[in-house]
């Protein structure tokens, strides 16, 4: 088995870890900034879900009045599927190393960073396998949202990488059409999204066909 870590003098939040308190089950003595004492679970603070003596709920309750926000439970759902082995959504973020960065343990600094959640909105990370920081998050609509899913398949087109649908956006050529040149004819984006549809006799349902590849 690996050795026990030793915590003592490591920081937690707003917690100072003094001493260890018990081995079985391993807890430790920590002094909170406010000046109470608390015994946290080894576990607890490796998880990073406690983080003071219990200040930091009763300031987000009693202080900045956020806790029944969409800004709070967006946090809280951050540090959540990033640090909680029980979150139905750990293994996309916490289980593939997606971290919440230090600063965001405390939610005034979240709130700080991000401001309070635009209407229509939610935290997205512009690099997929970067960790909620405030260089890497911003908020975005779900159009957005969905563009920047890891799942999405991306094309280059002229040094850049895009979505399909981007691509189509920019070019201002149906989606459909330009996907079915690429992966069915086997066409060039650039080709795809450059050459004039040519009607052709002989579709029943539309009265038209793709053109044949440029030469």
């Known amino acids: 088995m690996p050795r026990p870590i030793d915590r003592t003098g490591m920081r937690h939040g707003k917690l100072t870890v003094v001493s260890l308190a018990s081995k079985a089950p391993r807890t430790w003595l920590c002094l909170c900034d406010c000046g109470q004492e608390k015994i946290v679970n080894s ?7 406690t983080n003071s003596c219990g200040c930091l709920v009763g300031a987000a309750r009693t202080v900045h009045g956020w806790s029944k926000t969409k800004t709070y439970g967006i946090w809280k759902s951050m540090r959540g599927r990033c640090r909680c082995i029980t979150d139905v959504r750990y293994s996309s973020y916490g289980g593939r190393g ?10 005034d600094n979240f709130l700080r960073d991000m401001g309070m959640a635009p209407l229509g ?3 997205d990370r512009i690099n997929n396998d970067g960790p909620y920081s405030p260089e ?20 280059e087109f002229r040094g850049k990488l895009m979505t399909w ?3 189509s956006e920019i070019c201002g050529v149906r ?4 996907r079915s040149r690429v992966v069915n004819n086997g066409w060039t984006i650039d080709a795809a999204v450059t050459t004039p549809s040519v ?5 029943k349902k539309t009265g038209a066909r793709l053109s044949p590849p440029p030469v």
């Open 43 to 49: 576990h607890e603070l490796s998880l990073g879900n």
């Open 98 to 107: 997606i971290r919440v960065c230090d600063r965001w343990n405390e939610f």
């Open 199 to 203: 009607p052709r006799i002989g579709n």
């Open 165 to 167: 649908a981007e691509l």
């Open 121 to 123: 909105m939610s935290l």
């Open 175 to 178: 989606q459909q059409l330009i």
């Open 136 to 155: 890497n998050c911003r908020w975005a609509d779900n159009k957005t949202q969905s563009r920047n899913k890891s799942t999405n398949c991306k094309i």
